[in-house]
């Protein structure tokens, strides 16, 4: 996903492995983004990555001048 698509896509491929899990199917999600804003912070970044299976399994891809990758909307 790109910009907020690809935060949207985090926190979804995160949910509904949690969901597809619970009822008992075994799912492997992997997530690329591009330019999107951060979702996770310090405090829930290894419970992400556990939930999708490492941190293998997350890429994102950021341009150094791009400013939406900056933004955070959790505070700490």
């Known amino acids: ?12 491929s995160a949910a509904a492995k949690e969901m597809a899990e619970s009822l008992g199917i ?6 690329m983004t ?10 829930t970044l290894d419970n992400y990555t556990k939930i999708l299976g490492g941190a ?5 891809f950021a341009h150094s001048y791009d400013p939406v990758p900056k ?3 959790w505070k700490t």
Do not use: C
């Open 71 to 73: 933004l955070v909307f």
């Open 26 to 31: 075994k799912v492997d999600i992997g997530v």
């Open 34 to 43: 591009f330019g999107a804003p951060n979702t996770v912070n310090a405090n």
């Open 56 to 60: 293998g399994n997350v890429i994102r």
């Open 1 to 12: 996903g790109h910009s907020l698509g690809g935060s949207l896509g985090e926190i979804f």
